[in-house]
T-cell receptor, first 116, second 110 residues
Framework: DSGVTQTPKHLITATGQRVTLRCSPR?????VYWYQQSLDQGLQFLIQYYNGEERAKGNILERFSAQQFPDLHSELNLSSLELGDSALYFC???????????????FGSGTQLSVL | DAKTTQPTSMDCAEGRAANLPCNHSTISGNEYVYWYRQIHSQGPQYIIH???NNETNEMASLIITEDRKSSTLILPHATLRDTAVYYCIVRGPNAGKSTFGDGTTLTVKP
């Protein structure tokens, strides 16, 4: 158990819809990262938050957005969903101190999103 | 962050050592080598990391060449439960932007 909690585990929705994925980081971790893993693209970094502020952006679509709340949990919002958004979405946490230290990432068990 | 190159797949006999290579010829001086593994579709699991010295923990050993252009992850006594995709990544100060490549699918056989 990594200590990172993601909900829901599975999500089935239709094209055009909007969903919210939730992540609770390990106790004490200030950084949260979101990754997307689809069958043909491997693990793609989407976005990182540190203590409520956006720190780094990867290949995140404009239809996707995220935020980190004062209690440090994070939500990833996916809107106008397309078939190609079907993937595993992972959250990871790290960074009990500064956001740019070389610390290992602890991953949650992921949310499987299926867009039909 | 530097790019890494790993073999697509490897087999290993149960109980034997599994040696997984990784090339990272464009690594910079402040970049660490990290290894993670992903069992089936679970979340990736941290294994080990190092800068330039060899490292060992309860899971594995990491051997980094002197020029730091390549490394090898060693699982000393592979078990069936070590069957997974192993990712070698090189990471600078910003942890999250690290790119996970395609990794090496290790299959441990009885």
């Amino acid at each position: 158990d990594s200590g990172v909690t993601q909900t829901p585990k599975h999500l089935i929705t239709a094209t055009g819809q909007r969903v919210t994925l939730r992540c609770s980081p390990r106790s004490g971790d200030l950084s949260v990262y979101w990754y997307q893993q689809s069958l043909d693209q491997g693990l793609q970094f989407l976005i990182q938050y540190y203590n409520g502020e956006e720190r780094a952006k990867g290949n995140i679509l404009e239809r996707f957005s995220a935020q980190q709340f004062p209690d440090l949990h994070s939500e990833l919002n996916l809107s106008s969903l397309e078939l190609g958004d079907s993937a595993l979405y992972f959250c990871a946490s790290s960074g009990r101190d500064r956001p740019t230290t070389n610390e290992k990432l602890f991953f949650g068990s992921g949310t499987q999103l299926s867009v039909l | 962050d530097a790019k890494t190159t790993q073999p697509t797949s490897m087999d290993c006999a149960e109980g034997r050592a599994a040696n997984l290579p990784c090339n990272h010829s464009t690594i910079s001086g402040n970049e660490y080598v990290y290894w993670y593994r992903q069992i089936h579709s679970q979340g990736p699991q941290y294994i080990i990391h190092g800068l330039k010295n060899n490292e060992t923990n309860e899971m594995a050993s990491l051997i980094i060449t002197e020029d730091r252009k390549s490394s090898t992850l060693i699982l000393p006594h592979a078990t069936l439960r070590d069957t997974a995709v192993y990712y070698c990544i090189v990471r600078g100060p910003n942890a999250g932007k690290s790119t996970f490549g395609d990794g090496t699918t290790l299959t441990v056989k009885p």
